[in-house]
T-cell receptor
Framework: EAGVVQSPRYKIIEKKQPVAFWCNPISGHNTLYWYLQNLGQGPELLIRYENEEAVDDSQLPKDRFSAERLKGVDSTLKIQPAELGDSAVYLC????????????FGPGTRLTVT | SQQGEEDPQALSIQEGENATMNCSYKTSINNLQWYRQNSGRGLVHLILIRSNEREKHSGRLRVTLDTSKKSSSLLITASRAADTASYFCATEGVMNRDDKIIFGKGTRLHILP
């Protein structure tokens, strides 16, 4: 069984430029999460989807961040415009149905904003 | 919030010894999960323990949960070099469908040869 796939693995952009991350969850997993992880810290939830619906986006900076999960499968997280402080690892995870199940994480996308 | 906080922040032990790390949280939870993260990699789920459970085992791992003290511990027995990683606890709150999963800052475990 394939795991959670994320692309790209690394991205370097200049500040004020847009950037997008893509995530393909494990087949059959209804719940999809996007996390941000700074060095030496734990993951911080940005948004959680149950199928196509964003059920928790309270930590998503909506002035510059946006996300979508069309058809309840793949998801895209976008930042526009990027700021220096956005440099971090962006992790995608999926679980079978809700947060009472174990989450499977992708390898993450390391973003560097210069 | 019910953020979990791991203790200690860092731990170095000799290979073969047991490693214990703790997690404390603030409010009522549905469950608590432990994850491992090797350097530069994604997180891997270790154990999920529900609020009505007190102890769970998985191989060399033993997790306890004390809801009265709002704390959990992860014990790794007979440690190996491959156990070198960061370990995070994650708590799920009880606020209906908006239950939040919150991760702690992690314990960095280093196994010395």
């Amino acid at each position: 069984e394939a795991g959670v796939v994320q692309s790209p693995r690394y991205k370097i952009i200049e500040k004020k430029q847009p950037v997008a991350f893509w995530c393909n969850p494990i087949s059959g997993h209804n719940t999809l999460y996007w996390y941000l992880q700074n060095l030496g810290q734990g993951p911080e939830l940005l948004i959680r989807y149950e199928n196509e619906e964003a059920v928790d986006d309270s930590q998503l900076p909506k002035d510059r961040f946006s996300a979508e999960r069309l058809k309840g499968v793949d998801s895209t997280l976008k930042i526009q415009p990027a700021e220096l402080g956005d440099s971090a690892v962006y992790l995608c995870a999926s679980s079978l149905a809700g947060s009472s199940y174990e989450q499977y994480f992708g390898p993450g996308t390391r973003l560097t904003v210069t | 919030s019910q953020q979990g906080e791991e203790d200690p922040q860092a731990l170095s032990i000799q290979e073969g010894e047991n490693a214990t790390m703790n997690c404390s949280y603030k409010t009522s939870i549905n469950n608590l999960q432990w994850y491992r993260q090797n350097s530069g990699r994604g997180l891997v789920h270790l154990i999920l323990i529900r609020s009505n459970e007190r102890e769970k085992h998985s191989g060399r791992l033993r997790v306890t949960l004390d809801t009265s003290k709002k704390s959990s511990s992860l014990l790794i027995t007979a440690s190996r070099a491959a156990d070198t990683a960061s370990y995070f606890c994650a708590t799920e709150g009880v606020m209906n469908r908006d239950d939040k999963i919150i991760f702690g800052k992690g314990t960095r475990l280093h196994i010395l040869p």
